[in-house]
């Protein structure tokens, strides 16, 4: 099949990529020179585990990377996947995916038939009544008619993106009773299914629904997380071990023991933008969703608590403090909503000098942060500290042990329980 992807982000690189080592021949589309010239020389245009060698494997092949939608009439099926930032308000700015949609519509002028589906995540209605005709009106044709139009959202982490695309959970194909919509999309996921040794659910429903399972599964993770954190606060406040208490509750089949891990919280690119949305979206229905506002107010006094502790041992002013990790979880080089964030400058609001060290996330947070010292190993950080948080679980950290009596006075509080407490250092648990 003949696929064409718009965009070349976290989403954009990892589908094209993945569909194209599928058998599918795909064209990658992107307005950014520079990541369309990575994919073209056999490069990931992002950091993202195992994007690189599927890249690498299929670029001039089955892969190629341009910045002109007149790629796209010579494809059958067309994946918009654009990003959709946040407005002050926290509702989704759609300016992006009605440019590109008004953009595909006139590459597409003049074609007998296409197929549009939408991966970016957008609230209900967004397919249907932005995207659809912007595509139909630019390029002359009819929804339903020449024009099959749907949505199908994409459930990859960051981190993981690559082994999520190639064995997922289930797979959202929406479409308002579109039969060459649906097939459009059998026939682009047929050979992942057939790849795969075990079934696969597919979820056929409409273009509104699919819109909202995204936000839904999105919205219930990041709330199943903070309500780990408060329980893990209790936890705390009683000398608990949170982390055995989510353990146990874990092994009960109706609650699950994925996303139970407590900590100093959740971040990224899709659980703080999705959240936001949809709280938006709600509030202008009029209605109020008190337990997801609830779940990012929690998330966001995690790191204050975080730091709290830290004050119980130590006064930071003038004093060099480490902070290990950067990227809003490992596996990334991605610090948009990084917990670190917050994290320096709540450390730099009390006077500390922060030093930072990231494996790879560093580059990215010194656009943010340019007048903090950045490490080259979590052992220069460490070095004459009289403290440090961990923010981010890379398993690297979990490996550090004389490293710590390199610090002036070695005081460690942890917030993804990833160092281990041992004789010799001042050791605390966020949450145990």
């Known amino acids: 099949m003949d696929v064409s992807v718009i965009g070349c982000g976290y989403v954009g690189a990892s589908v094209a990529a993945c569909f194209?080592?599928?058998?599918?021949?795909?064209?990658?589309?992107?307005?950014?020179?520079?990541?369309?010239?990575?994919?073209?020389?056999?490069?990931?245009p992002l950091h993202e585990p195992g994007l690189d060698e599927l890249v690498a494997a299929n670029a001039g092949e089955r892969l190629r990377a341009t910045t002109d939608y007149d790629a796209v009439p010579d494809t059958d099926l067309t994946f918009l996947a654009v990003q959709t930032p946040s407005n002050d308000d926290g509702s989704i700015d759609t300016s992006v995916v009605e440019a590109a949609a008004g953009m595909l519509g006139e590459a597409l002028?003049?074609?007998?038939e296409h197929a549009v589906v939408v991966k970016s995540t957008v609230i209900p209605g967004t397919t249907a009544d932005l995207v659809a005709p912007a595509v139909a009106d630019a390029a002359g044709m009819t929804v339903g008619e020449d024009l099959h139009v749907g949505m199908n959202p994409e459930f990859q982490r960051e981190g993981s993106a690559v082994g999520d695309f190639l064995d997922p959970d289930k797979i959202v194909l929406g479409a308002d009773g579109d039969v060459e919509a649906?097939?459009?999309?059998?026939?682009?996921?047929?050979?992942?299914?057939?790849?795969?040794?075990?079934?696969?659910?597919?979820?056929?429903?409409?273009?509104?629904?699919?819109?909202?399972?995204?936000?839904?599964?999105?919205?219930?993770?990041?709330?199943?997380?903070?309500?780990?954190?408060?329980?893990?606060?209790?936890?705390?406040?009683y000398g608990v071990d949170a982390y055995e208490v989510t353990d146990a509750i874990g092994l009960d089949h109706r609650i699950g023991?994925?996303?139970?891990?407590?900590?100093?919280?959740?971040?990224?690119?899709?659980?703080p933008?999705?959240?936001?949305?949809?709280?938006?979206?709600?509030?202008?229905?009029?209605?109020?969703?008190?337990?997801l506002a609830a779940a990012v107010s929690i998330n966001d006094r995690q790191p204050e608590r975080l730091l709290s502790l830290l004050d119980r041992h130590v006064d930071v002013a003038g004093e060099?403090?480490?902070?290990?990790g950067l990227a809003?979880?490992?596996?990334t080089d991605d610090v948009r909503n990084?917990?670190?964030?917050?994290?320096?400058?709540?450390?730099?609001?009390?006077?500390?000098?922060?030093?930072?060290?990231?494996?790879?996330?560093?580059?990215?947070?010194?656009?943010?942060?340019?007048?903090?010292?950045?490490?080259?190993?979590?052992?220069?950080?460490?070095?004459?500290?009289?403290?440090a948080v961990v923010v981010t679980d890379w398993p690297e950290f979990a490996d550090l042990d004389g490293e710590f009596d390199a610090m002036a006075d070695p005081i460690v509080v942890d917030g993804r329980r990833v160092v281990e407490r041992r004789e010799g250092i001042t050791y605390e648990g966020l949450t145990w």
Request: a negative charge.
């Open 328 to 331: 809003f979880k490992p596996g």
């Open 109 to 112: 002028a003049g074609t007998d």
């Open 257 to 271: 023991a994925p996303f139970l891990r407590s900590g100093v919280g959740w971040g990224g690119s899709c659980f």
């Open 182 to 237: 649906y097939a459009a999309l059998h026939e682009a996921y047929d050979p992942l299914r057939e790849a795969l040794d075990h079934e696969v659910p597919v979820v056929e429903t409409g273009t509104r629904e699919a819109e909202m399972i995204k936000y839904a599964n999105n919205a219930f993770l990041a709330a199943k997380v903070s309500l780990a954190n408060d329980l893990g606060n209790v936890c705390k406040e």
């Open 338 to 387: 990084s917990r670190a964030v917050p994290t320096v400058e709540g450390l730099r609001e009390r006077g500390a000098e922060v030093v930072a060290y990231d494996p790879v996330a560093a580059g990215n947070m010194r656009e943010r942060f340019p007048g903090i010292e950045y490490a080259e190993s979590a052992a220069a950080a460490l070095e004459g500290a009289s403290g």
């Open 273 to 291: 933008k999705d959240v936001a949305a949809i709280i938006a979206a709600a509030r202008a229905k009029g209605y109020e969703p008190e337990l």
């Open 20 to 44: 194209a080592d599928l058998g599918h021949d795909v064209v990658a589309v992107d307005v950014d020179e520079e990541r369309v010239e990575a994919i073209e020389d056999g490069r990931p």
């Open 320 to 324: 060099r403090v480490a902070v290990l």
